[in-house]
């Protein structure tokens, strides 16, 4: 639990600061062309330290919170006390390698935000327990019925692109933290088909 505190407080100062100084958002979020020709590579992470608006951040990390305190100890077993943070990293630098490659030398492409690794977490989770409910929008809603309209609404977001959230590092997000999460714990996998057939709905 706090590791998974210390990345949401982490994330969560570094965005407000950046909200404030224009300068600082520029020299995090992801701008492929300063990857591609300055070597600054710290952006194909940083660019999850900050978001687009108050809600953008607030909505990340509070799933973050729940899903991440809820899944850390799965990481810790298997890759050691750091093992949750290990896997965030990977997560934020997998779902966000496909955009960069299409972009890196388009100069005007931006990307912020950390939904990608977000998304890992949150289907990591529905893997382990694919009919718990999720509020969403003060409704409960099965895990796995969210899952499903997350990554249409995914689909749907990327198509339009009217904004600097790269809902496309969503659905590699998501990808990777099953695939993530199978290869360390394959065991997973019977273990998820089991819970399919037998719904039962809980918090």
């Not at 992801?30 to 940083?46: D, G, I, M």
């Not at 409910?133 to 003060?138: E, R, Y």
């Not at 790269?166 to 998820?192: D, K, L, Q, S």
Request: aromatic share 16%; glycine share 6%.
């Amino acid at each position: 639990m706090l590791l998974t505190l210390a990345i949401v407080a982490v994330t969560c100062v570094i965005s407000w600061m950046a909200f404030k100084d224009a300068k600082l958002l520029d020299r995090l979020l992801l701008w492929p062309p300063a990857v591609e020709k300055k070597h600054e590579y710290w952006r194909l992470l940083s660019y999850g330290l900050v978001h687009a608006d108050f809600q953008h951040l607030l909505f990340n990390m509070i799933t973050l919170f729940f899903f991440g305190r809820a899944m850390a100890w799965l990481y810790a077993q298997h890759l050691g006390p750091l093992g949750f943070l290990w896997f965030y990293l990977g997560a934020l630098l997998v779902s966000i390698l496909p955009t960069y490659l299409a972009n890196r030398r388009n100069p005007n492409y931006r990307s912020l935000g950390a939904s990608g690794a977000v998304s890992a977490v949150l289907f990591a989770f529905i893997l382990m327990s694919p009919w718990s409910m999720i509020i969403v929008f003060v409704l409960p809603v099965p895990a796995i019925l969210y899952a499903v309209a997350f990554v249409g609404y995914s689909i749907w977001a990327d198509r339009r692109g009217n904004s600097y959230i790269n809902h496309n590092a969503h659905m590699w997000g998501a990808a990777y933290g099953i695939v993530f999460t199978v290869i360390m714990e394959p065991r997973i996998i019977p273990f998820f088909l089991q819970q399919l057939r037998h719904p039962h709905f809980g918090m």
